[in-house]
């Protein structure tokens, strides 16, 4: 048994613009902007917006947007052209921040008016219904930091560093002194070798002057007055120079209209910093959205109940789980000893089963066929009140299984290279809608639209039913979400076996909710809306039929 706050769920929608619209049939791998295109903020429509709002998404996360490292030359515009050898793939990664007072010039229709452009996007998803979040990348900056649109009074990154201290309170950057970095990746024989002078510590706090190929060498670690090298020793009074430009770049773009930010790899950045900054902010934004991209989970108090941030990522704990159930590593059961160990953090944890980071659910080294998603998908978007995500294409289930360029043939959908997404292509050409986006469609508005499952509590039957004959907790899993006299009975089967459950009900379900055990309900499946009438009892088990890999919905009228 578990209660969930009354915070109402959301849906957030991940996508890249870069590839979202790009309609290119013939991309080339490890090709530039010129052979492979790329998709625009124009792409996004009000018919396309309108068309994710009706999908079920609340939300949309705008991933890339802010300027980055790239091998494309926008010279022209006047804008900083950054090293080849500190560019990942063509396009770059967009977390590799190189301007963060600008927008990403690959997706502007008129690279001169890319502000207007993006603003005009904000207001256009506003229209359709929808709120904006975007990414804030906090630990670490493109190497070549540079900002060419940064406002009147603004100074970049390390312009005022003492460069001959390794560590000092009010620099931007950490420095290797005496050492001389080297890139480690020469793209091309024309590309001359990029040296600093002295050494900057790496964004993935690799303290060395010659970072490896798997190391984030293209970015620098920013300073938030942490001397990592002295037992990570703080100095927070004053104030650290970092927090303050960094809590004016969060103010600007809230200024112009963004909802919220899915801030990446927030933990290693200070709780202390998240704590200023979150709440200075907030009294002037004080709907506005802080989630954190966060991995330990000793620190999700932290996060949550000194750093002030909404909700964290719940990846190594619920996607982590679901992962190892869907390919037999673990006992559907195993749900019951996940939410349990969050305890009040439970109901703060944003849920996903994809995103820019994981593999494909239909690629082929995981799922391979994206229906097989259905049982975990009913458990992490159902299961309580916490928002839930979904990552472009993946309810179209796209299977991520091209080899782009930088990004190799890994199951995941590139985010250094131009490309099309061949899913998505299809989709906003053709307007053929597969029959897996129906389904995601139909479960997501049944999350938003259900009163049980939007602000409801939530019942576990596992405990109750860990020893039924007609239950196996090996695949079977079931709970009640219940609001204001309806309850709806969600159970899944996680098996490849079709088969007849039969759920025992605890009185202290019954006791919980606060209704009467003796009373015949009228029921609803809800995928199929067929009425029943049944009668949920302490005398018998409710027996339930469902197919492999599925799940049923039953919704209990208790008036």
């Given at each position: 048994m578990v209660t969930s706050s009354l915070k109402e769920k959301f849906l957030i929608y991940q996508v890249l613009p870069r590839l979202f619209g790009n309609t290119n049939e013939n991309c080339i791998p490890n090709s530039s902007l010129a052979v492979n295109g790329s998709g625009k903020f124009n792409d996004f429509d009000i018919k396309t917006l309108h068309s994710l709002k009706e999908l079920g998404c609340t939300h949309i996360w705008f991933t890339g947007v802010i300027e980055h490292a790239t091998k494309t030359d926008y010279t022209k515009y006047g804008i900083f052209k950054d090293h080849q050898s500190l560019v990942k793939g063509e396009a770059g990664s967009p977390y590799a921040i190189k301007d963060y007072f600008d927008v990403d010039p690959d997706l502007a229709s008129d690279v001169n008016i890319r502000i207007s452009e993006f603003t005009d996007l904000i207001n256009r998803t506003?229209?359709?219904?929808?709120?904006?979040?975007?990414?804030?990348?906090?630990?670490?900056?493109?190497?070549?930091?540079?900002?060419?649109?940064?406002?009147?009074?603004?100074?970049?990154?390390?312009?005022?560093?003492?460069?001959?201290?390794?560590?000092?309170?009010?620099?931007?950057?950490?420095?290797?002194?005496?050492?001389?970095?080297?890139?480690?990746?020469?793209?091309?024989?024309?590309?001359?070798?990029?040296?600093?002078?002295?050494?900057?510590?790496?964004?993935?706090?690799?303290?060395?002057?010659?970072?490896?190929?798997?190391?984030?060498?293209?970015?620098?670690?920013?300073?938030?007055?942490?001397?990592?090298?002295?037992?990570?020793?703080?100095?927070?009074?004053?104030?650290?120079?970092t927090w303050k430009k960094m809590r004016a770049i969060l103010d600007y773009w809230l200024n112009l209209g963004v909802d919220g930010f899915r801030c990446d790899m927030a933990e290693m950045v200070p709780v202390e910093f998240w704590r200023w900054t979150i709440r200075n902010l907030k009294r002037n934004y004080p709907e506005a959205l802080f989630i954190a991209?966060?991995?330990?989970?000793?620190?999700?108090?932290?996060?949550?109940?000194?750093?002030?941030?909404?909700?964290?990522?719940?990846?190594?704990?619920?996607?982590?789980?679901?992962?190892?159930?869907?390919?037999?590593?673990?006992?559907?059961?195993?749900?019951?000893?996940?939410?349990?160990?969050?305890?009040?953090?439970?109901?703060?944890?944003?849920?996903?089963?994809?995103?820019?980071?994981?593999?494909?659910?239909?690629?082929?080294?995981?799922?391979?066929?994206?229906?097989?998603?259905?049982?975990?998908?009913?458990?992490?978007?159902?299961?309580?009140?916490?928002?839930?995500?979904?990552?472009?294409?993946?309810?179209?289930?796209?299977?991520g299984m091209d080899e782009e360029g930088f990004s190799g043939l890994d199951g995941r959908t590139t985010i250094f290279d131009y490309w099309s997404v061949s899913s998505v292509r299809k989709w906003r050409q053709d307007n053929k809608v597969p029959l897996i986006r129906n389904t995601y469609k139909k479960l997501l508005n049944t999350a938003l639209n259900e009163q049980a499952i939007r602000v409801g509590q939530t019942y576990d039957l596992g405990y109750a039913n860990d020893k039924s004959v007609f239950f196996n907790p090996e695949y079977h899993f079931a709970f009640f979400r219940y609001f204001n006299n309806e309850l709806i009975l969600i159970v899944v089967n996680f098996s490849s076996n079709d088969g007849t459950l039969k759920i025992n009900i605890p009185k202290h379900c019954f006791d919980f909710f606060k209704v009467s055990d003796q009373i015949t309900y009228i029921g609803v499946d809800i995928i199929t809306e067929e009425i029943l009438r049944e009668q949920l009892s302490l005398s018998f088990p409710y027996s339930v039929s469902i197919q492999a890999n599925n799940i049923r919905m039953i919704k209990f009228s208790l008036q």
């Open positions: 506003h229209e359709a219904g929808l709120k904006v979040i975007m990414d804030f990348v906090p630990n670490h900056v493109a190497r070549a930091y540079y900002s060419d649109k940064k406002p009147s009074g603004v100074e970049d990154f390390g312009t005022k560093d003492k460069s001959d201290y390794s560590f000092h309170p009010m620099n931007n950057y950490y420095y290797l002194l005496n050492e001389y970095y080297k890139s480690p990746v020469i793209t091309n024989s024309e590309t001359q070798e990029y040296t600093e002078y002295p050494s900057k510590v790496t964004g993935n706090d690799c303290f060395s002057s010659h970072p490896g190929i798997n190391d984030w060498y293209e970015t620098v670690k920013l300073n938030y007055g942490v001397d990592y090298k002295n037992n990570s020793q703080s100095y927070f009074n004053p104030v650290p120079d991209e966060i991995y330990k989970p000793d620190q999700y108090s932290d996060y949550l109940n000194i750093a002030g941030f909404d909700y964290l990522y719940d990846k190594v704990g619920l996607y982590d789980t679901l992962r190892k159930i869907l390919i037999g590593e673990a006992p559907a059961s195993s749900i019951t000893k996940l939410w349990q160990s969050l305890g009040e953090n439970q109901s703060k944890m944003l849920n996903f089963l994809e995103n820019h980071d994981e593999q494909r659910i239909a690629s082929e080294y995981f799922l391979r066929n994206p229906y097989l998603i259905i049982p975990a998908l009913a458990v992490s978007l159902l299961f309580n009140t916490t928002p839930f995500m979904i990552y472009f294409g993946q309810e179209l289930g796209e299977r």
